[in-house]
């Protein structure tokens, strides 16, 4: 949605650049307690996708940002 918004801006005209970005944390620990009752978390911490090995998934945190700007301006950033 940031990413669009931002796109939107310039394109109307209201901005020339534009930083969007997320993110995603896993506070409450809530989901990590029903999770693990439910055998769905690996033991060991690690996800192992597609592995003979694998024994559950990891939760994640995370977060990223894009700058952005119209091509058609020419404008240079520093």
């Known amino acids: ?3 669009h918004q931002a796109v939107r801006a310039i394109q109307d005209g209201d901005a020339e650049l534009a930083l ?4 995603n944390l896993c ?3 809530k989901p990590y307690i ?4 439910a055998g769905m978390l690996s033991p060991d911490g690690r996800c192992k996708t597609f ?5 559950g998934y990891v939760r994640g945190e995370g977060v990223g ?3 952005l700007k119209s ?4 404008h240079r950033g520093r």
């Open 34 to 37: 029903l999770f693990s009752k």
């Open 27 to 29: 506070c409450p620990p």
């Open 51 to 55: 592995d003979k090995d694998a024994n």
């Open 1 to 3: 949605m940031a990413i």
């Open 65 to 67: 940002a894009v700058f």
């Open 71 to 74: 091509l058609e301006t020419g």
């Open 20 to 23: 969007a970005g997320g993110v």
